[in-house]
């Protein structure tokens, strides 16, 4: 089974620049989360998405940031312009729903490697 | 609201050593608790998790982990950490219902000493 896809792995950038990062969750997965790692902290849920819906986006800094995702698979992660502070790694996750399929979900997440960023 | 409190930011021991991570939780629904590791340059991957049934729980390399409902706790202890065990290490709660908002704590380094 193929996991979590994103690209790119490393980015830098200019600040007041613009960068999109990209996921691809597991093959069925209904949720999709985007989190914020700064490092030397946790990751910081930004927004999740349940199919194409969006469920919770209170922490996502909607001045700069941005999300979609299109026909409930793929997403797409957006920062416009990027400050300094945006300098992280920025993990996509998904899991089961419950009820999917027949499965219950538990809200196990299933993380891509990151995409890593650096605001010059 | 949810929350996790990981009590140590960095655990340095020697190999071999047994090691316990702390990870404390506050919710007003009931929960699933997780632990994550996190190797340099990766993405999370799940240790074990608590879903409901026996309170101790056993996971991947080694480590298990004990629910304690009235200590809103669910530490990490391995008997014997080898040096591949040098990783960031994450607790985090999961509502049992609706959205399944996940929240992580802070994380804990275990350093491995040889």
């Known amino acids: 089974e193929a996991g979590v896809a994103q690209s790119p792995r490393y980015k830098i950038i200019e600040k007041r620049q613009s960068v999109a990062f990209w996921c691809n969750p597991i093959s069925g997965h209904a949720t999709l989360y985007w989190y914020q790692q700064i490092l030397g902290q946790g990751p910081k849920l930004l927004i999740q998405f349940q199919n194409n819906g969006v469920v919770d986006d209170s922490q996502l800094p909607k001045d700069r940031f941005s999300a979609e995702r299109l026909k409930g698979v793929d997403s797409t992660l957006k920062i416009q312009p990027a400050k300094l502070e945006d300098s992280a790694v920025y993990l996509c996750?998904?899991?089961?729903?419950?009820?999917?399929?027949?499965?219950?979900?538990?809200?196990?997440?299933?993380f891509g490697e990151g995409s890593r960023l650096t605001v010059l | 609201a949810q929350s996790v409190t990981q009590l140590d930011s960095q655990v340095p021991v020697f190999e071999e050593a047994p090691v316990e991570l702390r990870c404390n939780y506050s919710?007003?629904?009931?929960?699933?608790l997780f632990w994550y590791v996190q190797y340099p340059n990766q993405g999370l991957q799940l240790l074990l998790k608590?879903?409901?049934?026996?309170?101790l729980v056993k996971g991947i390399n080694g480590f298990e982990a004990e629910f304690n409902k009235s200590q809103t706790s669910f530490h990490l202890r391995k008997p014997s950490v080898h040096i591949s065990d040098t990783a960031e290490y994450f607790c985090a709660v999961s509502d049992q219902r609706g959205y399944q908002k996940v929240t992580f704590g802070i994380g804990t380094k275990l350093q491995v000493i040889p």
């Open positions: 919710s007003s629904v009931s929960v699933y």
């Open positions: 996750a998904s899991s089961l729903y419950p009820g999917f399929s027949g499965t219950g979900g538990t809200g196990e997440l299933f």
């Open positions: 608590y879903l409901s049934g026996s309170t």
